[in-house]
């Protein structure tokens, strides 16, 4: 069954400093990677996907990612976060033979200090 | 162009009784997804329909129902209440062939049964 890690539940950063989020997934066959921001009590927004091609991704609000097929990863970074990236943020994943269906990480909140 | 809309944005229902949740698609998108997001357990797929059919659903048990209407609008029903249904309910929506760009997501309904 598929499966996505994001191994930090909590990351703590200061306004201005660079951001890495980590997310891992389980799948030896191609995958479609999405990562998604939620500001609290809202829905989840779409920051950025990776359907195929370069395998770095850049989406909104300054973020980017890279996948990397061979470590099953797909980490999120932004060089310099403000007080406003505050917020979870989620990694999913989803196969064609799962259905269309999107399995999300277990999130991670970052919380930028000032 | 007009976002998924969820309703309501709260409920409180009272354990035993039933719930229904109702959720509108982006004009032109024919799948609908339901997601719980409750504390601690991150996001966990519910249900997709598409063309009025459920294509798949989640590990939940059968108080957790659906459909979809004509419209492409959706309801989702949860028997029987039990406490630990308290989450906030997201629903999604795409269009089928482009299910792989991602889902647009409503801004959910909480619900929380006492």
């Known amino acids: 069954a598929q499966s996505v890690t994001q191994l930090d539940s909590q990351v703590p950063v200061f306004e201005e400093a660079p951001v890495e989020l980590r997310c891992n997934y389980s799948?030896?066959?191609?995958?479609?990677l999405f990562w998604y921001v939620q500001y609290p009590n809202q829905g989840l927004q779409l920051l950025l996907k990776?359907?195929?091609?370069?395998?770095l991704v850049k989406g909104i609000n300054g973020f980017e990612a890279e996948f990397n097929k061979s470590q099953t990863s797909f980490h999120l970074r932004k060089p310099s976060v403000h007080i406003s990236d505050t917020a979870e943020y989620f990694c999913?994943?989803?196969?064609?033979?799962?259905?269309?269906?999107?399995?999300f990480g277990g999130g991670t909140r970052v919380l930028v200090k000032p | 162009e007009a976002g998924v809309t969820q309703s309501p944005t709260h409920l409180i229902k009272t354990r035993g009784q039933q719930a229904t949740l109702r959720c509108s698609p982006i004009?032109?998108?024919?799948?609908v997804y339901w997601y719980q997001q409750a504390l601690g357990l991150g996001l966990q797929f519910l249900l997709w329909?598409?063309?009025?059919?459920?294509?798949n659903r989640g590990n939940f048990p059968p108080r957790f129902s659906g459909r979809q209407f004509p419209n492409y609008s959706s309801e989702l029903n949860v028997n029987a209440l039990e406490l630990e249904d308290s989450a906030l309910y997201l629903c999604?929506?795409?269009?089928?062939?482009?299910?792989?760009?991602?889902?647009?997501f409503g801004s959910g309904t909480r619900l929380t049964v006492v």
């Open positions: 990776y359907l195929s091609g370069s395998t």
């Open positions: 004009s032109g998108h024919t799948s």
């Open positions: 329909y598409d063309e009025g059919e459920e294509r």
């Open positions: 799948s030896s066959v191609s995958v479609y």
């Open positions: 999913a994943v989803s196969y064609k033979a799962a259905g269309n269906k999107l399995t």
């Open positions: 999604a929506s795409s269009l089928l062939r482009h299910w792989n760009y991602g889902y647009t």
